[in-house]
T-cell receptor, first 110, second 113 residues
Framework: QKEVEQNSGPLSVPEGAIASLNCTYSDRGSQSFFWYRQYSGKSPELIMFIYSNGDKEDGRFTAQLNKASQYVSLLIRDSQPSDSATYLC??????????FGTGTKLQVIP | DGGITQSPKYLFRKEGQNVTLSCEQN?????MYWYRQDPGQGLRLIYYSQIVNDFQKGDIAEGYSVSREKKESFPLTVTSAQKNPTAFYLCASLASGSTGELFFGEGSRLTVL
């Protein structure tokens, strides 16, 4: 059984700070890693994906992957109140089946 | 505009009734998925289909059924056998060759009275 684990939070950060969201996964064969943002009552939207070890940056977002440690993280720089949402970590394998974590709720305090 | 349309957005059902949730996509994606989300929980896979006329059970398929007669459509029926059907249901699709970047519909919220 694949597992993806996240701290449920809430993670509270002041506006302008860096928010760090973490995720671990159990299946060493996992190949693709995703971060989705979900606002309350809405559907998830993809914000980052990463396939290779290291960092991937897109605007204020940086995804970090360490396959040896089975660890993936999302950094949000200059956090804004509009970043307040639940962030879902998702892991995909070779059969395009994607397993989601339970999500971390982020609160950015103005 | 291309996208995924789910209907209805809100649905109330009496115990013992079957209900069908619609999911239509015009993205020309081959694979389609149904997920269930409970409050404070992640997404759990109900069924998925990688090609027309073929579908596979996900992690929580009991009490649900699907069909995939057309590439564009993947309806989900919540049967009376599903013991706790109140949840937020999400349909998603995946482009061929993609490694897992899912596109989601807006969701259907089912409440059993």
């Amino acid at each position: 059984q694949k597992e993806v684990e996240q701290n449920s939070g809430p993670l509270s950060v002041p506006e302008g700070a860096i928010a760090s969201l973490n995720c671990t996964y159990s299946d060493r064969g996992s190949q693709s890693f995703f971060w989705y943002r979900q606002y309350s009552g809405k559907s998830p939207e993809l914000i980052m994906f990463i396939y290779s070890n290291g960092d991937k940056e897109d605007g204020r977002f940086t995804a970090q992957l360490n396959k040896a440690s089975q660890y993936v993280s999302l950094l949000i720089r200059d956090s804004q109140p509009s970043d307040s949402a639940t962030y879902l970590c998702a892991v995909g394998g070779g059969y395009q089946k994607v397993t989601f974590g339970t999500g971390t709720k982020l609160q950015v305090i103005p | 505009d291309g996208g995924i349309t789910q209907s209805p957005k809100y649905l109330f059902r009496k115990e013992g009734q079957n209900v069908t949730l619609s999911c239509e996509q015009n993205l020309n994606h081959d694979a389609m998925y149904w997920y269930r989300q409970d409050p404070g929980q992640g997404l759990r896979l109900i069924y998925y289909s990688q090609i027309v006329n073929d579908f596979q059970k996900g992690d929580i398929a009991e009490g649900y059924s699907v069909s995939r007669e057309k590439k564009e459509s993947f309806p989900l029926t919540v049967t009376s056998a599903q013991k706790n059907p109140t949840a937020f249901y999400l349909c998603a699709s995946l482009a061929s060759g993609s490694t897992g970047e899912l596109f989601f519909g807006e969701g259907s919220r089912l409440t059993v009275l």
